[in-house]
Antibody
Framework: QVTLRESGPALVKPTQTLTLTCDFS??????????MSWVRQPPGKALEWLAF???????YYASSLKTRLTISKDTSKNHVVLTMSNVSRADTGTYYC????????????????WGQGITVTVSS | QSVLTQPPSVSGAPGQRVTISCTGT?????????VHWYQQIAGAAPKLLIY???NRPSGVPVRFSGSKSGTSASLAITGLQAEDEADYFC???????????FGGGTKLTVL
């Protein structure tokens, strides 16, 4: 059974760095074609893709957030980490990690397993 | 402003058929990049409903189908049921920004 679970702070102050962890089980990120992404959703708004990391450590980021995001993986610990620097109130929302099978970044099979999400509020 | 355009809302009575459109451009849906659809029931995480334009993951009812033509894609739901009331999002790859992009989402109301 494949499971994903996000963890991190529920509340962060503006200008701080947000660090989120996605612990997963039931598959290996060393397997060819496996990849993980982070997606967020501000309250009452649409989904927004943030970052992607592949089994071979290729990374991609949303262009508007590229300078503030870092995605990394630790296959020995079965987790993926997203850091977002210099947060503001606009970064408030629910953050999801999701798995996908991808031949390449532009040729994939959708995000087939999602975590339950973690709600993050940015406030002083 | 989302890269992919969806109607904000659609509605239908139980048993009816509804469609949700997803309009893109020559840098995403147009060149043939795959479109995926997600269902998000209130308070829950999104769920993959359709992948690769028209493929259903195991467990998704055949009432859900996807198609694509030109720079647009569509999700069709036949035999509408109360449990289908949810938000639906389309997603694809965009070559201009080299990123995955979502539609703005469509709220389906079952009357």
């Amino acid at each position: 059974q494949v499971t994903l679970r996000e963890s991190g702070p529920a509340l962060v102050k503006p200008t701080q760095t947000l660090t989120l962890t996605c612990d997963f089980s039931g598959f290996s990120l060393n397997t060819r074609g496996m990849s993980m992404s982070w997606v967020r959703q501000p309250p009452g708004k649409a989904l927004e893709w943030l970052a992607f990391i592949s089994w071979e450590d290729d990374t991609y980021y949303a262009s508007s957030l590229k300078t503030r995001l870092t995605i990394s993986k630790d296959t020995s610990k079965n987790h993926v980490v997203l850091t977002m620097s210099n947060v503001s109130r606009a970064d408030t929302g629910t953050y999801y990690c999701a798995r996908s099978l991808a031949r390449s970044f532009d040729w994939n099979y959708g995000m087939d397993v999602w975590g339950q999400g973690i709600t993050v509020t940015v406030s002083s | 402003q989302s890269v992919l355009t969806q109607p904000p809302s659609v509605s239908g009575a139980p048993g009816q058929r509804v469609t949700i459109s997803c309009t893109g451009t020559s840098s995403n849906i147009g060149p043939g990049y795959d479109v995926h659809w997600y269902q998000q029931i209130a308070g829950a995480a999104p769920k993959l409903l359709i992948y690769g334009d028209g493929n259903r993951p195991s467990g998704v009812p055949v009432r859900f189908s996807g198609s694509k033509s030109g720079t647009s894609a569509s999700l069709a739901i036949t035999g509408l049921q109360a449990e289908d009331e949810a938000d639906y999002f389309c997603q694809s790859y965009d070559s201009t920004v080299n990123a995955w992009v979502f539609g703005g989402g469509t709220k389906l109301t079952v009357l």
